[in-house]
Antibody, heavy 119, light 107 residues
Framework: QVQLVQSGAEVKKPGASVKVSCKASGYTFTGYYMHWVRQAPGQGLEWMGRINPNSGGTNYAQKFQGRVTMTRDTSISTAYMELSRLRSDDTAVYYC????????????WGQGTLVTVSS | DIQMTQSPSSLSASVGDRVTITCRASQSISSYLNWYQQKPGKAPKLLIYAASSLQSGVPSRFSGSGSGTDFTLTISSLQPEDFATYYCQQSYSTPPTFGPGTKVDIK
């Protein structure tokens, strides 16, 4: 069965960076795009970007350009999202999510990683 | 970017009620519209994709319709486990964008 297992919660100071991992299993990792979506406390869903695990090609939301880097390691079927120059309003749950590709819908989500930015 | 709006932002309903949620896109997105359900503390779950296709394993009381700019999600008979927040998402163009959500709670 498809599973996306994310790394654990993080607490960071403003200005620091965070790197969240997402280990995929149960399917061919390189066959499906991976999105990253975040959700601030009590707020809606915000798309951050996606990576093509096959080529490593990425698309980032304009809002995060220059601060986000998405990478992957195909040898261990793991995707990564690194966000730099953290601010307090980056406090959120970060999700990795698989794009099934039929209508670019997201069919599987990781469990989420809470990143707290606080001095 | 394509803007997505949803109405209502919240609603109160009883078990057995028919519930309809509307989603509107700022420009035509053909049928590239997906619906997700999210419960507190959990990741979203795909319900409907391509506007009207039911995701495998999702109860048939959920249905979606629409094309172009106007879409609806209907729950034909609300069940206790359906109390949650529902999000629409357009996947027509990058960046994919989500609606602000509709919270369905118990009357």
């Amino acid at each position: 069965q498809v599973q996306l297992v994310q790394s654990g919660a993080e607490v960071k100071k403003p200005g620091a960076s965070v790197k969240v991992s997402c280990k995929a299993s149960g399917y061919t990792f390189t066959g499906y795009y991976m999105h990253w979506v975040r959700q601030a406390p009590g707020q809606g869903l915000e798309w951050m970007g996606r990576i093509n695990p096959n080529s490593g090609g990425t698309n980032y939301a304009q809002k995060f350009q220059g601060r986000v880097t998405m990478t992957r390691d195909t040898s261990i079927s793991t995707a990564y999202m690194e966000l730099s120059r953290l601010r307090s309003d980056d406090t959120a749950v970060y999700y990795c999510a698989r794009d099934r590709g039929v209508a670019a819908e997201i069919d599987y989500w990781g469990q989420g990683t809470l990143v707290t930015v606080s001095s | 970017d394509i803007q997505m709006t949803q109405s209502p932002s919240s609603l109160s309903a009883s078990v057995g009620d028919r519930v309809t949620i509307t989603c509107r896109a700022s420009q035509s997105i053909s049928s590239y519209l997906n619906w997700y359900q999210q419960k507190p503390g959990k990741a979203p779950k795909l319900l409907i994709y391509a506007a009207s296709s039911l995701q495998s394993g999702v109860p048939s009381r959920f249905s979606g319709s629409g094309s172009g700019t106007d879409f609806t999600l209907t729950i034909s008979s609300l069940q206790p486990e359906d109390f949650a927040t529902y999000y629409c998402q357009q996947s027509y163009s990058t960046p994919p964008t989500f609606g602000p959500g509709t919270k369905v709670d118990i009357k």
